[in-house]
């Protein structure tokens, strides 16, 4: 009889203490898939994504492994003492607990810290001898990966693409950024050929889209042209994010434009570049975006963005300020995130070293709620600010402004009515009082 694992990939709480559940997850993380694929075959995997099912506590499984990303750290800790309770032993992982493997191994039996790749099977081999090490971490040299099991996803509720890596860790150096914490402007690319094999099992199973994970793919042109090459004869949409800088190169965006993809969301956290230059981000220019955004959905890329409020330039005006720069230019689906002091990030000694913090029950950060003092506004002026920004950001008049009266309703009309059906999902939750996320 198989030795059985349990991988789980837990849901956020949202505001009013409830799990975030959904009818279909469309954004599949590619760690558990991956996990198994690094599973010796004398295993059983389960995975269970929590958003779409139920997890079962009444597993057979003696091995338990349990990630962790964003505020959905608080969800790792409850599942993680639930199994402790039932004499599993568990396994943390995941950046979050990565940036703080001592808190976490309170919680667990042991913490992977960082990269799986080389410490997934020395941590199996030990729990088999009894011998299992409190943390486990090693520094990836080579990114280099066994074909995910993508097949174990197959039954679930999951939407319409899958996951593909083709880098890790990030060039930039943004003081806020887990990513950069991590990796400390360490990035990783895999060989072309071992990603053009994982697209390839995505289109056998069935799937005409994937999703592209890297947190900067087009820093390396060559890279990038050469992979886009390849995409191109697998006649298979894409979505990826990246710098608003790939916009300086228009040959580079219609190479990618032509290989299929169709989405780029882009992290530009704020229109005010004294904030931009307080997260180490002095490499942007908010002036500029409105022109950058255009010259890329000139190229028939829809454009997606992420943005922070509350830092060191942020005032209750700018924030007002950045809903009309959404409605403007008519950004298909924005999302928004107070700027929090996540322990680990250099964001976090900053903050900590100023006496800034504001809220130091660290188990309570959620990223819609203000945790440090801004400088320009109390942090409940924040708060309320960051809310009244997603209130009108998503109002029906905007969403159609940004989504259908956008001159391109006639040329991809699929497309334009999926992007409000998106918006109009995201306005519903914001009424309840949750903040609108990507899973």
């Not at 599993?88 to 940036?99: A, F, N, R, W």
């Not at 890790?168 to 990035?187: A, D, E």
């Not at 032509?258 to 180490?280: P, Q, R």
Request: hydrophobic content about 35%; glycine content about 6%; charged content about 30%.
């Amino acid at each position: 009889m198989k030795k059985k694992i349990l991988l789980i990939q837990p849901t956020p709480y949202d505001q009013h203490g409830q799990l975030v559940k959904k009818s279909r997850l469309y954004f599949v993380g590619l760690a558990l898939p991956l996990l198994a694929a690094l599973t010796p075959e004398e295993y059983e995997v389960e995975l269970c994504y929590e958003t779409i099912e139920e997890v079962p506590f009444d597993t057979d499984a003696e091995l338990i492994g349990i990630s962790s990303m964003g505020h959905a750290v608080m969800r790792t800790i409850d599942i993680a003492k639930r199994f402790k309770e039932l004499g599993k032993t568990v396994i943390l992982g995941g950046y979050m607990v990565s940036l703080m493997p001592e808190e976490a191994k309170k919680y667990g039996d042991s913490v992977m810290i960082g990269d799986a790749e080389e410490t997934w099977t020395e941590m199996l081999a030990d729990h088999e001898k009894g011998e299992l090490k409190p943390f486990y971490k090693k520094k990836l040299t080579k990114l280099t990966t066994p074909l995910p099991r993508y097949e174990l996803l197959l039954k679930k509720r999951i939407g319409n693409f899958l996951p593909v890596q083709a880098g890790r860790g990030c060039p930039k150096t943004c003081s806020f950024c887990s990513v950069y914490c991590l990796y400390r402007g360490q990035y990783l690319k895999r060989e072309i050929p071992e990603v053009i094999r994982d697209i390839k099992r995505v289109r056998e199973l069935g799937f005409k889209q994937f999703l592209l994970l890297d947190d900067n793919i087009f820093s390396d042109r060559e890279y990038a042209i050469e992979l886009c090459g390849e995409i191109s004869k697998l006649k298979m949409k894409w979505m990826t994010q990246c710098s608003i800088d790939i916009s300086k190169d228009e040959e580079l965006l219609d190479i990618i434009a032509k290989s299929g993809c169709y989405v780029l969301s882009f992290g530009l956290e704020s229109i005010s570049k004294e904030s931009l230059l307080s997260m180490n981000k002095a490499w942007a220019d908010p002036l500029k975006y409105a022109e950058q955004m255009r010259i890329i959905r000139k190229h028939g890329i829809d454009i997606s963005t992420e943005m922070v409020v509350g830092a060191d330039g942020d005032t209750l005006d700018s924030i007002r300020e950045t809903a009309k720069f959404i409605s403007d230019n008519r950004v298909a689906v924005p999302r928004f995130y107070i700027l929090t002091p996540i322990p680990g990030t250099q964001y976090f000694d900053e903050m900590r070293e100023e006496d800034r913090i504001y809220n130091h029950d660290i188990y309570s950060y959620n990223s819609c709620e203000a945790v440090h003092v801004p400088k320009n506004m109390t942090p409940e002026e924040l708060t309320e600010a960051y809310w009244e920004l997603y209130n009108n950001v998503y109002t029906v008049r905007s969403i159609l402004k940004r989504t259908v009266f956008t001159g391109n309703f006639l040329r991809r009309p699929f497309r334009s009515l999926f992007y409000f059906g998106v918006n109009m999902f995201y306005r519903s939750q914001i009424k309840k009082g949750i903040v609108p996320n990507i899973i």
